[in-house]
């Protein structure tokens, strides 16, 4: 991207607060009791599934809907009672809202000019090159692909130089390649202007990609925030372990413990779990491992302090997508346990039908504050238990023979 080329994106921008923040509507409450801090300069994302109240909380900060309790403070000044055209605050939406009869450059100084600013033209003219499209100013909105249409409600909303700057599922209208080639250069420009982002979206990998810190929404509130890699390796709850890509979850028993880990059973396999990584350490708990770490064996691999292994399973599917195959595993008295193998080789490693183990380091797993009864994807009681018992003696015995 360009660099800044003047005065234009000179002011920083200003961190926002949400104390207490609530949002009632009749019959149900969107937003519960919500606290956020998000520093002045940062790219922060909210991101969770529709009607987790994202997008409430986004309309709250930019007044476009009203608390019923709590405060709103940018820059440190409380603006909860301060009207929307008020507020030091921008807004890029899906629908890009260009006015289709102005050109490109009267599009991003229209809000410029109602504020009879002098150097207008100017200052739009810095914000398209910012974007890349200066070139193209005197073109109308009909002219431009959809991505340069973003880029220009883009330019437009950081022209006014806002404290904050609000996305609202920005490249959602965007196909696959140009929505992935947006996510790097909204990153690169919300560092270059050193305006404050908040960004509401769905998408996983974009909120991944783009933000510094991620906060994942359930119900009206935070189920965790972090660092986007911490999310990721250290999911706290299941809603967060198979929202944030996808997870096997497994329940069972705490059957040991040394200083720094803890033992679980699991269908009779014992997986071992660092403390450091787990939320509980007693009684039953939940313990997951991401996909991409599983290892697909078609023998019972070495036993390894540092291994954890489940099996034998079948194999129930099998699906390409290029860059790595995914494999179903059904394990007896376990389920259904996903794998992600890295294509190294012309055909997959293994086919449905094929027994095989699924393996990981124990580094590698992590432990949920859930309980069992909101976390386990499976959980059998004892006539279940006793059946998949016997499925997985059939197994090995048909492994012996053959």
Same mark, same amino acid.
């Given at each position: 991207m360009a660099a800044m080329t003047g005065s234009a994106f000179a002011e920083a921008g200003a961190d926002?607060?949400?104390?207490?923040?609530?949002?009632?509507?009749? =019959?149900? #409450?969107?937003?519960?009791? +919500?606290?956020?801090?998000?520093?002045?300069? @940062?790219?922060?994302?909210? &991101?969770?599934?529709?009607?987790? =109240?994202? #997008?409430?909380?986004?309309? +709250?900060?930019a007044g476009l809907e009203e608390v @019923?309790?709590?405060?709103? &403070?940018?820059?440190?000044?409380d603006v909860t009672a301060t009207?929307?055209?008020q507020r030091p605050v921008n807004t890029v939406f899906q629908s890009y809202a260009l006015f289709p009869h102005l050109s490109i450059l009267e599009n991003v100084a229209f809000g410029l000019r109602?504020?009879?600013?002098?150097?207008?033209?100017?200052?739009?003219?810095?914000?398209?090159?910012?974007?890349?499209?200066?070139?193209?100013?005197?073109?109308k909105p009909a002219q431009l692909s959809g991505g340069q249409q973003q880029r220009v409600a883009l330019a437009r909303a950081v022209v006014n130089r806002p404290a904050l700057l609000l996305l609202d599922e920005p490249l959602g209208a965007l196909d696959l390649k140009l929505r992935r080639q947006m996510q790097l250069e909204l990153k690169s420009i919300q560092?270059?202007?050193?305006?404050?982002?908040?960004?509401?979206?769905?998408?996983?990998?974009?909120?991944?990609?783009?933000?510094?810190?991620?906060?994942?929404?359930?119900?009206?509130?935070?189920?965790?925030?972090?660092?986007?890699?911490?999310?990721?390796?250290?999911?706290?709850?299941?809603?967060?372990?198979?929202?944030l890509g996808q997870s096997n979850l497994f329940s069972g028993l705490v059957a040991g413990e040394t200083s720094n880990s803890i033992a679980v059973d699991i269908a009779g396999s014992r997986i071992v779990v660092p403390k450091s990584r787990a939320q509980r350490h007693g009684g039953e708990v939940t313990i997951g491992v991401r996909p991409e770490k599983l290892i697909l064996t078609r023998t019972a691999p070495n036993a390894n302090s540092a291994l954890n292994s489940l099996g034998p399973g079948r194999i129930t599917d099998v699906s390409f997508s290029g860059v790595s195959t995914q494999f179903s595993v059904e394990i007896p008295s376990v389920g259904a346990v996903v794998v992600f193998a890295q294509n190294l080789q012309a055909s997959p490693m293994a086919s449905v039908g094929d027994a095989?183990?699924?393996?990981?380091?124990?580094?590698?797993?992590?432990?949920?504050?859930?309980?069992?009864?909101?976390?386990?994807?499976?959980?059998?009681?004892?006539?279940?238990?006793?059946?998949?018992?016997?499925?997985?003696?059939?197994?090995?015995?048909?492994?012996?023979?053959?």
């Open positions: 926002l607060k949400l104390v207490g923040v609530q949002k009632r509507f009749p =019959g149900f #409450t969107a937003i519960e009791n +919500l606290d956020l801090t998000i520093p002045a300069g @940062s790219f922060f994302a909210l &991101l969770g599934p529709s009607g987790c =109240g994202k #997008t409430t909380t986004l309309r +709250l900060v @019923s309790a709590g405060r709103i &403070l940018i820059g440190g000044k009207k929307a055209y109602r504020r009879k600013m002098t150097d207008a033209l100017t200052r739009a003219h810095e914000a398209l090159n910012l974007v890349e499209l200066d070139h193209l100013s005197a073109r560092g270059e202007v050193g305006l404050t982002f908040l960004h509401v979206t769905h998408d996983q990998e974009e909120a991944m990609t783009m933000a510094d810190t991620v906060a994942v929404m359930n119900k009206g509130r935070i189920e965790q925030m972090g660092a986007p890699a911490i999310l990721y390796e250290l999911p706290r709850t299941a809603f967060v372990a198979n929202f095989v183990w699924v393996s990981w380091n124990v580094e590698h797993g992590f432990g949920l504050e859930d309980d069992e009864r909101s976390a386990a994807r499976f959980s059998a009681d004892e006539s279940t238990a006793m059946i998949a018992a016997h499925r997985k003696d059939a197994l090995l015995a048909e492994l012996e023979d053959s």
